[in-house]
Structure formats: structure tokens, C-alpha cells
């Protein structure tokens, strides 16, 4: 499960022209797209608040307040709040009006968006090393010697948009040998698990807290041609991993804290001479993560940083 990322389809209700500028907690709506069928056609309306300066923060800290929902502060000064309906907008509007009289503020419709899909845009192709990974709405084909890997963001951690991730298959690719035994802890998406399979793995368990993201896990293997290797198991991966252990590779894509307090386990895991990819940390988290891997006795062997995250690879010794 990716560590510290926000849900993957939480996306901004708002094209990228119109995404804020200026203080930190005046962002545009959010709106979380879970299940398909749900939020089509959604409109917003905006409220374009203009007010004098010495006015703008006091107003601005209202309206946050009042909504619930960040707002957009724009370099002309003018303030942009937003409401679900033209009645809210307009109640809206007459509120402000009464506490700062000095005020203009005009509704305005904002144009109909399918959230369901539009929460796409942005996702891109990458290549890691051998792989490219990508989606099932990007037609992106693999170059020679690539695998195409096809994972799409549902409702589990990892899609390969976050650097936790993206650091855990740079190593995976480096390290895996074929015909390898591998295992996933916090498998979420069963990205790292599905990759290893691809990449020559002879077969992968990913074991992981939550059963809903194993049924998104599962979907994902059949997309990638590899659910007769690979299986996804719910339950603690203290528990789980030495009974589906031992393992040439394993994989932990989790959290620091975490990581540690599963060092014994995954030690038990792994097949003599075994290697861990650890990850789901930040960058500034190694000078805390190392000393405890040397403590349990382990050595690291490798490490990449992506995007403020770094995962390391380690043997124990």
C-alpha cells in the first residue's frame, strides 16, 4: 500500500487552468469518485468575490469556514468560492454581502463534469527500467525487451503515481530472478507482486490487511495474464508470511514504523540468502530505518529515491 498518499482517485473538481495559486488552504473542491456510476455529470458553481484588501483575508477565512470547502485565491486579488447548487452559491453570495457590504459577489455555473472518468487525466505512461507501466485507457505499447504492465488506479494503493512505489519496483526489476519465488506484504494493488510475475518471478503471494483492495489485486493479475501465478491473500503479514514463505524476494511497501516491527517476520520468510525490498518511506526516514536493519542484523545492498521517497534493499545476515 503506498505510504502517505492520498486516496488515488481523489482528484481536483476543477481543470488545471483553474487550480489555485497563493496560501496552501485555498484549493479548489475535491471530490472523491468511488464506484462507477456515481458523480456523473456533477456541476459546481463558483463565486467570484471581490472585496477590498484589507477585507480579503478575514472574508476568505469565512468562507472557508462556511463551506467546508477550500477556495481559490486569484493574482488580481479576487477571492473564488464554490457551492454545489445556484441556491447555495446565491445564499452565499447574500451572506457575504451582509457581513462586508463592500463586497461583489456573482455566481457562475462551471461546466458539467463526468468524474468517473475525468479523474484520469494527468495519469501517464512511465517506463521503469524493463517495464512500462501503464493503464487499461492508455493504448502505449512496450518497446523491445519491455513488459507492459497494465494497472489501474480503483480503490487500492498503487498504481505506480506514487514515488513509495515507483522506488519499490525500481529495485524489483534490478533484483528479481527468474524463477523466483516472491512475496508482497501490503500488496494493495498487487502492482509490486504482478510485476515481479512479468519480470520472470515464477510465482507471487501478496498478503495484505485489506480484502477489498485483494479483489481489485485479483482483477489486476487477469488483466496482466498472470492470475494462475499469482495469489493475494487478507490477514497480518506477521502471520501470514512465514507460513507462505520462504521466499527468494519479498517485498514491504508500507511504513517505516512498520517495516521494523516486521523485520522478525520477514527474516523468517525469506529462503536462505533472500532478499527484502523495503519501502513506503521517506527520503529523511533512511537515517532511521538503516540503524535498525543493522541492529536486527541485516545489510542493505542496494537503494533508490523517487520523488521524496526512498526504499533500500537488504539481505539478512
Do not use: K
Not at 456515481?38 to 463551506?67: F, I, K, N, Q
Not at 504492465?149 to 522506488?167: I, K, N, Q, Y
Request: aromatic share 4%.
Amino acid at each position: 500500500m503506498d505510504a502517505g498518499a492520498a486516496h488515488p482517485r481523489a482528484r481536483e473538481a476543477l481543470p488545471a487552468a483553474r487550480r489555485p495559486r497563493g496560501r496552501a488552504a485555498r484549493r479548489g473542491p475535491r471530490l472523491l469518485v468511488e464506484a462507477e456510476g456515481s458523480a456523473r455529470g456533477v456541476s459546481w458553481y463558483a463565486l467570484d468575490v471581490r472585496l477590498p484588501e484589507a477585507e480579503r483575508e478575514a472574508a476568505g477565512a469565512w468562507l472557508v469556514g462556511r463551506t467546508g470547502q477550500a477556495i481559490e485565491e486569484r493574482p488580481d486579488g479576487a477571492l473564488v468560492a464554490f457551492a454545489g447548487d445556484e441556491a447555495g452559491a446565491r445564499a452565499l453570495a447574500d451572506e457575504l454581502r451582509a457581513r462586508w457590504p463592500a463586497a461583489t459577489a456573482a455566481p457562475r455555473a462551471l461546466p458539467a463534469v463526468d468524474w468517473t472518468t475525468r479523474w484520469r487525466d494527468g495519469i501517464a505512461s512511465r517506463r521503469i527500467g524493463r517495464l512500462l507501466l501503464t493503464t487499461s485507457w492508455l493504448d502505449d505499447a512496450a518497446g523491445p525487451g519491455e513488459e507492459r504492465l497494465v494497472v489501474d488506479p480503483e480503490m487500492a494503493f498503487g498504481s505506480g503515481e506514487h514515488g513509495s512505489t515507483r522506488a519499490a519496483l525500481a529495485l524489483l526489476e534490478r533484483h528479481v530472478r527468474p524463477g523466483a519465488r516472491v512475496l508482497d506484504l501490503g500488496s494493495g494493488s498487487g502492482i509490486l507482486a504482478i510485476a515481479a510475475v512479468r519480470l520472470g518471478a515464477a510465482s507471487a503471494i501478496g498478503i495484505e490487511i485489506d480484502p477489498e483492495a485483494n479483489e481489485v489485486a485479483d482483477r489486476n493479475a487477469a488483466r496482466n495474464g498472470v492470475a494462475d501465478r499469482v495469489r493475494f491473500l487478507a490477514g497480518d503479514a506477521a502471520q501470514l508470511g512465514p507460513l507462505a514463505g520462504p521466499a527468494d524476494l519479498l517485498c514491504s511497501n508500507i511504513l517505516r514504523t512498520v517495516n521494523v516491527a516486521l523485520l522478525p517476520a520477514i527474516r523468517t520468510s525469506l529462503a536462505p540468502g533472500g532478499l527484502a525490498i523495503f519501502s513506503g518511506m521517506e527520503e529523511g526516514e533512511a537515517d532511521l530505518f538503516r540503524p535498525a536493519l543493522m541492529a536486527a542484523g541485516w545489510q542493505a545492498m542496494d537503494e533508490v529515491t523517487d520523488d521524496g521517497w526512498w526504499a533500500v534493499a537488504a539481505r539478512a545476515a
